[in-house]
């Protein structure tokens, strides 16, 4: 074998290397490529309680309850077909508000319950999946212009 074969050998066996590595990386990581679940979404693919996710859709009207202590919350997140009872213990987002778009992020319960830790109150649907907003769209949750445009608020770490 000469040096030129040996030099185009090792070059491809290093590409196939590279190749393979890169298909397992996104294999393991496919599931968790995802910003968040819709309510939906999160019924149909069955995650068991105890695992870490975002939730995201439009706060439902007339669900939001605050108990005495001033901080915890509940209420219901609705993609327009599926909605899901969540409880939030912190100081919410000034842009949260019943009908406003949000992502939760924390973890089922068994009882079905989203417990989150973090809140993130969004001024559009620009973030949320097509089919989300389509689905909204349809339902007359959501309309074009009815909100101001603009980035997602992350409440700071320091108030949570």
Not at 61 to 83: L, P, S, Y
């Amino acid at each position: 074998m000469t040096r030129k074969q040996r030099r185009l050998l090792a070059v491809v066996a290093g590409l196939s290397l590279f190749g393979a590595s890169v298909a397992m990386v996104l294999a393991a990581f496919s599931s968790d490529l995802v910003f968040f679940y819709s309510p939906s979404g999160l019924i149909a693919r069955d995650i068991a309680p105890g695992h870490r996710i975002r939730i995201g859709g439009i706060v439902e009207r007339h669900t939001v309850v605050r108990e005495d202590d001033g901080k915890t919350v509940a209420f219901r997140i609705t993609d327009g077909k599926t909605n899901i009872a969540v409880t939030y213990t912190g100081i919410l987002p000034d842009l949260f508000r019943e009908g406003q778009g949000v992502v939760a992020e924390g973890e089922l319960l068994p009882d079905g319950i989203f417990a989150a830790s973090t809140i993130l109150a969004k001024h559009d649907a620009k973030y949320m999946p097509p089919e989300v907003a389509e689905e909204l769209k349809k339902t007359g949750h959501w309309t074009e212009g009815s909100v101001p445009a603009g980035r997602p608020y992350v409440m700071p770490a320091a108030v949570r």
